[in-house]
C-alpha cells in the first residue's frame, strides 16, 4: 500500500509551511506530496496567509525535493484553459525529473469561483471530458507533428503540442462518487481513479463501477491504479488522538467512523480494509500542517507495518 501526503493549504498555508511538510514527506519515506487547487477556505476560519497557486508551488518544490511523486488532487477544470496547463504541468515535470501526476476534475466550489472573478460554467463536464482529451493529446502528439481539436468549448489549430514532460506519459487521476460519467471518463482516460472521503463499503462499490466501465470500454480493468483519500488522525494513546482531532475541529469518533483514526493498530487495521477492496495507494490527508510529529509517527508506526 502506497502512503501519500495529501495537503489543504486553502485552509491556511504559505509556501513555505508547504515546503517543509514536503521535504519531512520526503525524509520519512512516503510516496508523495499532493495538495488540493483551491482559491477559498471552507469553514471557520480567516484562511491566513491566503491561497497559493497548486502549480506554482509545485513548480517550487520540484526543486526542493529529489524523489517524491508530486501532484493535486484535484485540479479544476474551471481554472486554466486546457492548452495552458498542458504547458504548466509538463513545465513542472521537467523541472522535477519526471515525478508529476496531474488530478483533473471538473470544479465544484462556486464561492471561489465568485471570490476570484473565475467563470463557474453550468456545462463543468462537458468541459472536463474536452481538457482531458486536450490535455492528454498534446502530450501524446509525436515532435514535429501538431495537434487540432475542434470540440464544443475548445479549439485548438496547429499546435506545436510542446513542451513535453520528461515523462513518457504523465500519469492522470480521475475521481468523485458520481455513478455513470466518472466511471466512463475514468476508463477512457485515467491511470489512477480516486474516491475521496468514501467508507470501504461505498468505495467497493465505485471501484467497481469503473471496472466495468474500463471491460465495457475494451480497457483491461487492472490498469487502473484504484485510490481513496481520507482524514488520517493518529495517536499513541487516546489522548494524543483527542489533541489531534481538537487540533483540527472533529471528533474522534467521527474521525475513527469516515476517516483513518485511533492508535497505529487501529489505522492499519482500517487501512487493510481498502486493501481488501482493491485500493493500493492511500492519500492521507493531513489538516494540522504545523504537526510534524504526527507524520513522524505515521512514518514509523504505520507506514513501517505496511511494509
Same mark, same amino acid.
Given at each position: 500500500m502506497d502512503l501519500r501526503i495529501f495537503t489543504e493549504p486553502q485552509q491556511g498555508?504559505?509556501?513555505?509551511?508547504?515546503?517543509?511538510? !514536503?521535504? !519531512?514527506?520526503?525524509?520519512?519515506?512516503?510516496?508523495a506530496f499532493f495538495r488540493s487547487d483551491h482559491y477559498l477556505r471552507m469553514g471557520d476560519g480567516d484562511g491566513l496567509p491566503g491561497p497559493t497557486d497548486a502549480w506554482i508551488?509545485?513548480?517550487g518544490i520540484a526543486r526542493?525535493?529529489?524523489?517524491? @511523486?508530486?501532484?493535486?488532487?484535484?485540479? !479544476?477544470?474551471?481554472? +486554466?484553459?486546457?492548452?495552458?496547463? !498542458?504547458?504548466?504541468?509538463?513545465?513542472?515535470?521537467?523541472?522535477?525529473?519526471? @515525478?508529476?501526476e496531474l488530478g483533473l476534475g471538473a470544479g465544484w466550489f462556486e464561492e471561489e469561483h465568485k471570490a476570484y472573478g473565475i467563470p463557474f460554467p453550468k456545462d463543468k463536464f462537458a468541459r472536463l471530458e474536452e481538457q482531458l482529451a486536450v490535455v492528454t493529446g498534446l502530450w501524446a502528439t509525436e515532435t514535429g507533428k501538431t495537434f487540432d481539436f475542434r470540440g464544443e468549448h475548445y479549439q485548438l489549430t496547429g499546435s506545436p503540442a510542446l513542451p513535453k514532460p520528461a515523462q513518457a506519459k504523465i500519469p492522470v487521476l480521475i475521481g468523485g462518487h458520481g455513478a455513470v460519467r466518472t466511471p +466512463?471518463?475514468?476508463?477512457?482516460?485515467?491511470?489512477?481513479?480516486?474516491?475521496p472521503f468514501a467508507s470501504v463499503?461505498?468505495?467497493? @462499490?465505485q471501484f467497481g463501477r469503473v471496472r466495468t466501465a474500463a471491460l465495457a470500454a475494451g480497457r483491461d480493468a487492472d490498469a487502473i491504479t484504484y485510490s481513496s483519500a481520507l482524514v488520517v488522525c493518529v495517536g499513541r494513546d487516546d489522548q494524543e488522538v483527542a489533541r489531534r482531532a481538537a487540533a483540527i475541529g472533529r471528533e474522534v469518533d467521527e474521525l475513527k467512523a469516515n476517516g483513518l483514526a485511533g492508535s497505529p493498530a487501529e489505522?492499519?487495521?482500517?487501512?487493510?480494509?481498502?486493501a481488501e477492496i482493491g485500493a493500493s495507494r492511500l492519500y492521507l490527508q493531513l489538516l494540522d500542517l504545523s504537526d510534524l510529529d504526527h507524520l513522524e509517527l505515521i512514518s514509523s508506526q504505520v507506514q513501517a507495518q505496511l511494509a
Open positions: 498555508a504559505s509556501y513555505d509551511t508547504l515546503l517543509t511538510v !514536503a521535504k !519531512a514527506t520526503e525524509d520519512l519515506g512516503f510516496d508551488t509545485l513548480a526542493e525535493t529529489s524523489r517524491i @511523486r508530486l501532484g493535486t488532487l484535484m485540479t !479544476a477544470a474551471t481554472f +486554466r484553459l486546457p492548452g495552458v496547463l !498542458a504547458i504548466q504541468v509538463a513545465q513542472v515535470d521537467q523541472m522535477s525529473g519526471g @515525478r508529476v +466512463r471518463l475514468a476508463a477512457r482516460y485515467a491511470d489512477e481513479f480516486n474516491i463499503e461505498d468505495s467497493e @462499490r489505522v492499519v487495521d482500517k487501512i487493510g480494509r481498502y
